[in-house]
């Protein structure tokens, strides 16, 4: 029997040329299937009423990802969104009604990586309304969410479950931890 497809596979760089007015459900799998990889120029990803399936990493170069609110990003085990340079940003504003969630396909703690805020200063960083689950995996890249060196996002509420591996890294400057680990389901 062949793997589930879904309704569509698109290459990060062209998923922002997907319609919202289109329909997505109703297939083998109801989601979007997300070849990883770089997104470079600023762009919003809209909700497509399906999760969209990121089979591996996820890094803004030189350019803004928007998430809008009510999307959910699966994120494949070992997968990772990396948002590194001044001119990088990684935009997730939800809202109440509509959050933003970012967690896996396999619902197992630390699965996937982490989302890492690195040298980045842009002032388009936001996580708001945001629920941010089973990241934290035990490798190099292994926290639910980290900043560094002196800024990170802009935060709203945002919910991050990153137990029992992974925790939220506020490195500033010299790379002193400014909170400890978070607990399960700790809110920023």
């Not at 299937?33 to 909700?47: A, E, F, I, L, P």
Request: aromatic share 6%.
């Amino acid at each position: 029997m062949p793997a589930a497809l879904g309704p569509v596979s698109v290459a990060s760089e062209a998923v922002h040329q997907l319609l919202s007015t289109s329909t997505y459900s109703g297939n083998d799998v109801d989601r979007v299937n997300v070849q990883g990889g770089y997104v470079s120029k600023s762009v919003t990803w809209q909700d497509l009423k399906v999760p969209y399936l990121v089979n591996k990493h996820l890094a803004p170069n030189h350019a803004v990802l928007t998430l809008s609110p009510g999307i959910t990003l699966l994120m494949a085990d070992s997968g990772y969104i990396d948002v590194g340079g001044d001119d990088t940003g990684l935009h997730a504003v939800g809202t109440a009604t509509a959050p933003i969630t970012i967690t896996s396909l396999t619902k197992t703690a630390g699965i996937w990586e982490s989302i890492v805020f690195d040298n980045t200063i842009n002032s388009q960083n936001a996580l708001d309304h945001c629920t941010i689950e089973y990241g934290g995996g035990g490798t190099a890249k292994g926290w639910g969410v980290r900043w560094t060196p002196f800024f990170g996002p802009k935060l709203g509420p945002a919910k991050v479950e990153v137990e029992p591996a992974g925790w939220v890294d506020c490195r500033r400057g010299q790379g002193d931890n400014s909170r400890p680990p978070s607990q399960h389901g700790a809110a920023l």
